[in-house]
């Protein structure tokens, strides 16, 4: 199949971020299919923008994937209507890209942001292909639910009409957890027989068990310390005080480091707290290369996986726990929803702790490092979940599965299922 992705924050060489689509179009490419992915110039974590890019759109070949890098404006940094007016100057350039582009046998939009949804439609239409309309996130419900958006303003009625009119006009719907099916059958968006859940994972041979005592460790300074790890967006949705608030109700334990991995318009605020109140055992650390985070993970004890107390996100996986659980590092979950059905009930690899209740967290944070059997039963169990269920390798043979569906064409797979070590060394 020649598959034609359309995917904004598609990561550039040594970006931070998540990956998954970069893993996938590889994986799709050594399966004997052609990848062409139309994508952004700047960074959704940094705001950078990526090397040699020129003009409106420029094509390069990135891990030998075929990428057609589109103009995003520079407002993309300044404030929440500088983004969405990036999201719009994307919109442009990519269905430029896109309806230029080799006629595709199939097309997959992934959202956020929801215009991707634009620009898949039109580049259907133009090639007269079918396409996969993706959902990460719920947009903009999540962006109201959160207090960025009013629900009744002009901008969130017309991001409303766009997710809407995205999900009524797709040939197929791609979904990251069940609860974004419910949530979008309930709301009459589309029948739940247009639905897949192809979710999140892990890339199990790339995030695996390693030496605690590693170069990061060394590094950083961290010593022996139990250091509990937080890598993601540095958002409002994340709402990271709450690991300031956990560091504070762990001042008295020196043999415990909080660290925050990542970047985004909270973390200066973070870090002002976290000087205000003389804190010393939390430390914001800046956005790290992705193909450097398993062995930055392995340096840790534990994993932190934090959002805001919001309804919204009880319907969300976060990326982090899989990263987390492959490397066999017991998981902080203070999300609740599907998410604490994942992580604590089926994988059962880590504690919950109530949302934005810091001393809830820090607790959980002292049992891990209190009761180390408790902490190896979980990261054992949670390498063990991940290598059966979230192994990216198998993902993407279940999205080729959808995409042959489609398009009427064999999804051919070259890709190895071997077996990979289930073992979490500690």
């Not at 006629?103 to 292909?129: E, F, M, N, Q, Y």
């Not at 719920?138 to 962006?143: I, K, N, Q, R, T």
């Not at 209190?370 to 993407?396: K, M, P, Q, T, Y």
């Amino acid at each position: 199949m020649r598959i034609l992705v359309i995917h904004q924050y598609y990561l550039a060489a040594s970006d931070p971020g998540g990956s998954r689509f970069n893993e996938l179009a590889r994986l799709w490419t050594d399966a004997g299919h052609t990848v062409t992915v139309i994508a952004g110039t700047r960074n959704y974590a940094t705001g950078q923008t990526a090397p040699n890019t020129k003009g409106w759109v420029t094509a390069v070949v990135e891990d030998g994937i075929d990428v057609r890098r589109c103009y995003v404006p520079s407002s993309y940094t300044r404030g929440y209507l500088g983004r969405m007016w990036a999201f719009f100057g994307f919109t442009l350039t990519s269905t430029l890209a896109a309806i230029r582009a080799p006629r595709p046998d199939v097309i997959v939009a992934t959202s956020p942001p929801l215009t991707t949804g634009l620009t898949g439609w039109i580049a259907a239409r133009r090639h007269k292909v079918p396409w996969v309309f993706e959902v990460r996130d719920l947009w903009p419900e999540s962006a109201v639910t959160t207090g960025v958006l009013r629900e009744r303003a002009l901008l969130t009625r017309l991001l409303y009409a766009i997710e809407r009119f995205a999900c009524g006009r797709a040939d197929a719907i791609n979904v990251l957890t069940p609860a974004f099916t419910d949530d979008i059958e309930r709301r009459g968006l589309a029948a739940r027989g247009k639905m897949t859940c192809i979710p999140n994972g892990v890339d199990v041979r790339s995030f695996c068990p390693g030496d605690r005592n590693n170069v990061w460790r060394e590094r950083l300074g961290w010593g022996d310390r139990f250091v509990a790890m937080y890598a993601g967006a540095h958002g409002r949705a994340n709402a990271l005080m709450q690991l300031v608030e956990a560091a504070d109700a762990l001042r008295g334990r020196s043999d415990i480091l909080l660290v925050s991995v990542g970047d985004g318009p909270e973390r200066q605020r973070c870090e002002r707290a976290v000087q205000e109140r003389g804190l010393t055992n939390i430390r914001f650390i800046g956005a790290v290369p992705k193909e450097e985070m398993p062995a930055l993970i392995n340096a840790a004890d534990a994993g932190l996986a934090v959002l805001q107390n919001n309804a919204t996100f009880k319907t969300v996986y976060p990326n982090k726990v899989f990263d987390y659980m492959a490397c066999g590092r017991p998981v902080v979950l203070a999300i609740d929803g599907v998410a604490r059905k994942l992580v604590c009930d089926d994988a059962q690899a880590g504690l919950f702790a109530e949302p934005e209740n810091g001393a809830a967290i820090a607790q959980a944070i002292a049992r891990l490092r209190d009761e180390s059997a408790l902490a190896d039963r979980l990261a054992r169990s949670g390498r063990n979940w991940v290598v059966i269920n979230a192994d990216r390798r198998s993902l993407a043979r279940k999205y080729l599965d959808l995409l042959s569906r489609l398009t009427r064409l064999p999804a051919v797979v070259k890709v190895s299922s071997a077996q990979v070590p289930a073992s979490a060394s500690r």
